[in-house]
């Protein structure tokens, strides 16, 4: 009797009353209906999850299992947010540039922004974003590793520039991504890259993965600590699970093992006597201390008035001159070339809605290989829209529907 097997690297398999849940990259899960999956045969799941055959069926039948999976990946949802996800993979028909929600963010310079997921296992009171795992944000989104790793050759090898740096530096905590270590290794190896960093709020960080993101390339740990007190650090993260002192730990061993940016927002008036604590925590260790402003963003989180820059920088000297240690030393980037716009402020176009956006009455359109998000726009996947652009400027889009 025939067996066939079907095996894949990002899902993993288990049975349910309700069917089959499919969980993708560990975080993310559907279900496909019993019914859909007794028409096809009674399939035997793999010891590893990752394998499912199908007894007394030809393999070439069997493969009609991927269509279970292409109709059913649209109930999507992320476990840790409890949200609807959009899969983004190569034949999705959404570009990985165009938004700064997923994908690859380019400037012009030689730092490159790479976004493989949205969500975040926290809940910070100042979060620039409006991100978190209690965010009224409608949608979360993560990306096929081929896909974004293939981008993101494409658009080094159209810039041709040695000593490229890059950023994951997701809207959300990069290290729920669950081939980080596999991203960062093969991004590492592309060619012009000469650094990858993480930015990291660290509640993921172990030994282990420290060890095993520094064996796959990784260059750099940018860490969010607000706050060294355990009160204040845990009201500054929004859960009352934070471990302060265990994110501490990981600090000092990660700063043995790789280039360690210990970074905080200063918000006024929530943790000014912390900043200093973290500066001498930073010097303890070897590292560096890269002191943030907070932005009160329009649609991020405002838990105190935001301060200019003038005050900004006046207090860093003042804690320089204090600690006798640099915080003003932020390298500025170098011009590299840009792919084209193929859109200006204020065009005209037409564009096919591809996914749902972050917010209430938004959605992710596609054109001409980029992204846009549309406000105003309560159109169904599939259906073509006439958009004004709003805002076009680094290959990021926003328009309105017309």
Not at 135 to 153: C, G, I, M, Q
Not at 214 to 234: F, H, P, V
């Amino acid at each position: 009797m025939a067996t066939a097997k079907l095996k894949f690297n990002d899902l993993e398999f288990r049975k349910t009353k309700e069917g089959l849940e499919v969980a993708l990259l560990g975080n993310y899960n559907f279900i496909i209906p019993k019914g859909d999956i007794e028409r096809l045969g009674q399939p035997t799941i793999g010891k590893d999850r990752h394998a499912i055959e199908f007894k007394g069926l030809e393999q070439k039948k069997a493969e009609r299992f991927n269509f279970l999976i292409a109709n059913n990946i649209h109930k999507l949802k992320n476990k840790i947010s409890n949200r609807p996800a959009v899969y983004i993979h190569q034949n999705s028909g959404i570009p990985l540039m165009g938004t700064v929600y997923f994908g690859i963010v380019d400037k012009g310079s030689d730092m490159v922004e790479v976004k493989p997921i949205s969500c975040c296992n926290i809940n910070c009171v100042f979060c620039s974003v409006g991100e978190g795992i209690y965010s009224r944000k409608e949608v979360d989104y993560v990306v096929e590793e081929d896909y974004l790793v293939n981008e993101l050759k494409a658009l080094l090898e159209y810039k041709k520039h040695e000593g490229m740096k890059i950023f994951i530096n997701p809207h959300g905590e990069p290290l729920l991504y669950r081939n980080i270590i596999s991203l960062v290794g093969r991004i590492s190896k592309l060619k012009y890259v000469e650094t990858v960093s993480i930015i990291t709020n660290g509640v993921l960080l172990s030994k282990a993965l420290i060890d095993g993101l520094k064996e796959a390339g990784l260059t750099q740990i940018n860490l969010s600590i607000n706050a060294l007190d355990e009160d204040k650090a845990r009201m500054l993260s929004g859960i009352k699970s934070y471990d302060i002192n265990s994110i501490k730990r990981s600090a000092e061993y990660a700063a043995k093992r790789l280039k360690l940016v210990i970074a905080p927002v200063w918000i006024k008036g929530l943790n000014d006597e912390e900043i200093e604590k973290i500066i001498e925590f930073a010097k303890k260790l070897g590292a560096e201390a890269g002191i943030q402003k907070f932005i009160a963003h329009k649609k991020g989180k405002k838990p105190a008035e935001e301060i200019g820059w003038d005050d900004f920088y006046s207090k860093l000297g003042e804690w320089e001159k204090r600690h006798s240690m640099k915080l003003k030393g932020i390298c500025r980037p170098e011009e590299t070339r840009e792919l084209p716009m193929p859109f200006k402020r204020d065009d005209v176009i037409e564009a096919e809605i591809v996914a749902p956006g972050r917010n209430p009455h938004e959605m992710i359109a596609a054109s001409r290989a980029r992204s846009i998000v549309v406000f105003g726009c309560d159109g169904k996947i599939g259906d073509a829209a006439r958009l004004r652009l709003i805002e076009a400027k680094h290959n990021i889009f926003v328009g309105k529907e017309i």
